[in-house]
Structures are given as C-alpha cells and as structure tokens.
C-alpha cells in the first residue's frame, strides 16, 4: 500500500496513476485516505478526480474528514466531481452532512447533476424535499426527467409518468481504470 500511495503521488502518466488509484480504491483500507485527499486537492484531470473521490469514498466511508471533504467538493466542484459523489451517496448510508450541499447539486445548471442528485433524494427518501421535487418534474428532460420522476416514486408520489431507476444512466458517466 506505501508503494502504491508513493507511485499515484510521483507518477505522471494518467493511465497508471488511474489505474492506482482504482487498485487502492479496491484495497479499500483507511490508511489511504490522507494520501489521497492530498492528491485529490492538487490534482487537475477531471477524469482521475473521479476515480480517487470512489477510492477515497470505499477507503474512508464514515470518517468525518472525508465527510466535510465531499460536502465541500460538492458545494464548488466541478460537475464530474459532483456526479461521482452523487452516485455513491445514493448507494451508502445517508448522512445529514451531505443535506445543504444536496440542496445546491438539486439547483445546478448540469442536468447530470440534477439526476444524480434526484436519484440521492429518492434513494434516502428525502421526503422533506418533495415538494421540490415535484415542481422541478415539468421543466426537465431526458436523464433529469426521468430520476426526478423516479425519485418521486421512491417516496410514494405518482407523477404519472414511466420511471426507470436511474443507477444505470449515471454510472455510465463515470470514469473508471482501464485494467
């Protein structure tokens, strides 16, 4: 694991270092997590950004560092940033830390964004957001229209229009190692 740590921190080409920081995301040990949110707060490639917050994600599941450190990435990160985290909150244990910065991500220009963070709503059954879930479903399309449908659905509403889950159609836009 220090080989690998020291190897994602030296190396520069960006197929190797994705493909270490999948390897330490699939060892999944806490003692990962320093290395990578230190490389995470230098590193600029929008695609290896996301493969190391679903490593720091298995790495650190419940440590409050990298709690604050995903609320703050999702509150200013950049759209890929936002719809990796996303995707693995609405699969973990749901954590109130993340509720302001849900609320932001349910706002964003990126209609990827708006569905991945409609499919967070009604994975955890944020009924409290209902309301606002429910005026947003006329004015979106495609992917957003139909996580906001099925997220309704997931918190027992009718909206009267077919709705797939839309786990398939995020996890397509992430990034992933190439071995």
Not at 69 to 86: E, M, Q, R, W, Y
Not at 126 to 134: C, G, P, R, S
Request: charged letters at 25%; a positive charge; glycine letters at 6%.
């Amino acid at each position: 694991l220090p080989c690998l740590h020291q190897l994602l921190k030296k190396e520069r080409g960006f197929r190797v270092r994705s493909n270490v920081a999948a390897a330490i995301g699939a060892v999944g040990l806490v003692e990962s997590v320093t290395p990578i949110l230190k490389i995470l707060k230098k590193e600029k490639k929008k695609q290896l950004r996301s493969i190391l917050i679903q490593s720091l994600m298995s790495c650190g599941k419940d440590r409050a560092e990298v709690t604050q450190a995903l609320a703050k990435v999702l509150k200013s990160g950049g759209d890929l940033d936002k719809i990796t985290i996303l995707y693995r909150l609405a699969n973990s244990k749901w954590r109130s830390d993340y509720y302001k910065p849900l609320l932001k991500c349910l706002k964003s220009s990126n209609a990827q964004v708006r569905a991945a963070a409609y499919f967070v709503v009604g994975s955890h059954k944020q009924t409290a957001l209902t309301k606002t879930i429910k005026g947003r479903l006329s004015s979106e399309k495609h992917i957003a229209r139909n996580a906001c449908a099925w997220s309704l659905r997931q918190m027992g509403q009718d909206p009267k229009i077919a709705a797939k889950s839309p786990s398939s159609d995020i996890s397509i836009l992430l990034p992933s190692a190439s071995y």
